[in-house]
C-alpha cells in the first residue's frame, strides 16, 4: 500500500507540474496577446487657448523629423488638412501670416513581440515561443500659435505597420480621425 500512495503522489505532482505549466503558457500568451493592442491615440492642448480664434494655418517648413515614407507621408498629409478644413481651417502659405504652423513628425522602430503556442497530448504536451519582428510607428501632429509663439495642440499615435500598404494607409487615416475628434470645443 505504501508502495501505491507514493506512486499516486509522484503522479499527482507530475499532473499539478504539467497543469502549472500549462496555465503560465496560457497566462502568457493572453498577456502578449493584449501588448499587440491595436492603435494608441492620445490628444492634448492648451485649455486656456480659445481655439475659435484660429481660422489659417500653414505647414511649418523647419520640420526635421517629418515622416520619412513617402507615401504615408502623402497620406498624412491629405488627412490632416481634409481635418483641419472640417474644423472651419484654412490653408495658406506660410509667408501669409497664418494663425496656426502645424508639423507632422514621425518615427519607426523595430520591436520584437512573443507569440506562445502548446497543446497537451496523452503522456505530457508540447509547446513554444517564437520571436516576430514588429515595426512600431509613431506620428506626432503638432500645431503652435504664431502669435504666442507656443504649442496649442498635439495629437500622437502610435501603432504597429502592416506589410499591406493599404492597410498602413488606412490605419494612418483613422489616426488622423481620432485625433481631430478629440479637438477642443470652440
Known amino acids: 500500500m505504501a508502495v501505491n500512495r507514493l506512486h499516486f503522489k509522484e ?4 499532473e499539478l507540474c504539467m497543469k502549472t505549466k500549462y496555465a503560465l503558457c496560457t497566462a502568457l500568451v493572453f498577456l502578449l496577446g493584449t501588448c499587440a493592442v491595436g492603435q494608441q491615440v492620445s490628444v492634448n492642448y492648451n485649455h486656456n487657448a480659445s481655439f475659435s480664434q484660429y481660422h489659417t494655418y500653414a505647414w511649418g517648413s523647419n520640420n526635421k523629423n517629418q515622416i520619412q515614407n513617402s507615401i504615408l507621408a502623402q497620406v498624412a498629409q491629405q488627412d490632416v488638412e481634409a481635418a ?103
Open 11 to 14: 503522479v499527482a505532482k507530475g
Open 84 to 186: 483641419m478644413q472640417q474644423k472651419g481651417l484654412q490653408k495658406v502659405s506660410e509667408s501669409q501670416n497664418p494663425d496656426l504652423i502645424l508639423t507632422a513628425s514621425g518615427g519607426e522602430r523595430e520591436q520584437t513581440s512573443w507569440n506562445a503556442w502548446g497543446m497537451r497530448g496523452i503522456g505530457g504536451g508540447m509547446g513554444g515561443i517564437s520571436p516576430e519582428q514588429n515595426v512600431l510607428s509613431t506620428m506626432v501632429i503638432s500645431l503652435y500659435d504664431v502669435k504666442q509663439k507656443e504649442l496649442v495642440w498635439r495629437g500622437v499615435a502610435q501603432d504597429t505597420l502592416s506589410n499591406n500598404g493599404n492597410k498602413n494607409q488606412k490605419e494612418v487615416e483613422k489616426a488622423v480621425d481620432k485625433m481631430f475628434k478629440q479637438w477642443p470645443k470652440s
